[in-house]
């Protein structure tokens, strides 16, 4: 019904930066909000940075001032740039996004494949 496709992981040294997006297509639907989670390997899914519809933005600690997460409504896409990134960051990224499909009463979360990022020299 909706797709979620991310794109822009690779490999970047420390210090660099790198630019995810995200982009949901599929069926009519309504997007409530999008975001980025990341995991690394043998580590839990963790929240990076969100986007509510109509909301204030946030992050998380080890990413606030070097990430942004930033939306264009026309494309139903969402961004990621990161910048000053450091080895902690090397991670699958994912892309989600709470999503009414419309015609049904309720909001689900939508994820995308993952795009891998790693940070290393």
């Known amino acids: 019904q909706v797709q979620l496709v991310e794109s822009g992981g690779g490999l970047v040294q420390p210090g660099g930066s790198l630019r995810l997006s995200c982009t949901a297509s599929g069926r009519a639907f309504s997007i409530y909000g999008m975001g980025w989670y990341r995991q690394a390997p043998g580590k839990q899914r963790e929240l990076v940075a969100a986007?509510?519809?109509?909301?204030?933005?946030n992050y998380a600690e080890s990413v606030k001032g070097r990430f942004t997460i930033f939306r264009d409504n026309a494309p139903n896409t969402v961004y990621l740039q990161m910048n000053n990134l450091k080895p902690e960051d090397t991670a699958v990224y994912y892309c989600n996004a709470r999503i009414r499909v419309i015609g049904s009463p309720s909001v689900s979360d939508y994820w995308g494949k993952g795009t891998e990022v790693t940070v290393s020299s």
């Open positions: 986007s509510p519809s109509g909301g204030s933005t």
